[in-house]
């Protein structure tokens, strides 16, 4: 069985600072693939960044980089220059070996402060 | 634009009563999915396809219904069976094909009121 951990419910941080948002997880698939999602008050789910379980490097798009630590089981979001636009519940994912079919985190709720 | 479209946005409901939940994509996908997410709450898997006349439970599958007869619809029937149907419900796809990541596209969502 699949297992994602989200343990920050919710953070605060200033405008411009750098963020973390831990995730960790559990598998027993040799092979899949970690998702950051971003959902705004408004609902909508936004796709941020994905890692896949052989990939050498960690992921980066823009503002986004992925902490990925395979022997720790964590996928770590880092989001940097922090801006208010950022202020939003943020997902971690992870796909197994059936595709498509994705574990979702509790979440954790980021509020960026002026 | 290609996209997912999911109507109504909000729906209320009377007790006892079923309701379905529409859910087209334009995006040529083969898989689609259904997710329920709770005040405060992850998402969690109700229903999903990959392919057309074919769909498997996820992992709250009780008290829902679906169906698959074209491949661009996905509709999610809310029973009368469903304990506590109050929900955000997000429809999603993706393309089901080796070399993808397997992210999922979603749509706006629906947000069911059980009065």
């Known amino acids: 069985a699949q297992k994602i951990t989200q343990t920050q419910p919710g953070m605060f941080v200033q405008e411009k600072e750098a963020v973390t948002l831990d995730c960790t997880y559990d598998?027993?698939?040799?092979?899949?693939?970690l998702f950051w999602y971003k959902q705004p008050s408004s609902g909508e789910m936004i796709f941020l960044i994905y890692?896949?379980?052989?990939?050498?490097q960690n992921a980066t798009e823009g503002r986004y980089s992925l902490n990925f630590q395979k022997a720790r089981k964590s996928a770590n979001l880092v989001i940097s220059a922090s801006q208010l636009g950022d202020s939003a519940m943020y997902f971690c994912?992870?796909?197994?070996?059936?595709?498509?079919?994705?574990?979702f985190g509790a979440g954790t709720q980021v509020v960026v402060t002026p | 634009d290609g996209g997912i479209t999911q109507s109504p946005k909000y729906l209320f409901r009377k007790e006892g009563q079923n309701v379905t939940l529409s859910c087209e994509q334009n995006?040529?996908?083969?898989?689609m999915y259904w997710y329920r997410q709770d005040p405060g709450q992850g998402l969690r898997l109700i229903y999903y396809s990959q392919i057309v006349n074919d769909f498997q439970k996820g992992d709250i599958a009780e008290g829902y219904s679906v169906s698959r007869e074209k491949k661009e619809s996905f509709p999610l029937t809310v029973t009368s069976a469903q304990k506590n149907p109050t929900a955000f419900y997000l429809c999603?796809?993706?393309?089901?094909?080796?070399?993808?990541?397997?992210?999922?596209?979603f749509g706006e969502g629906s947000r069911l009121t059980v009065l």
């Open positions: 999603a796809s993706s393309i089901v094909a080796g070399g993808n990541t397997g992210e999922l596209f």
């Open positions: 890692q896949g379980s052989y990939d050498q």
């Open positions: 995006l040529n996908h083969d898989a």
């Open positions: 598998t027993s698939d040799p092979s899949y693939g």
């Open positions: 994912a992870m796909r197994g070996r059936s595709w498509g079919k994705l574990q």
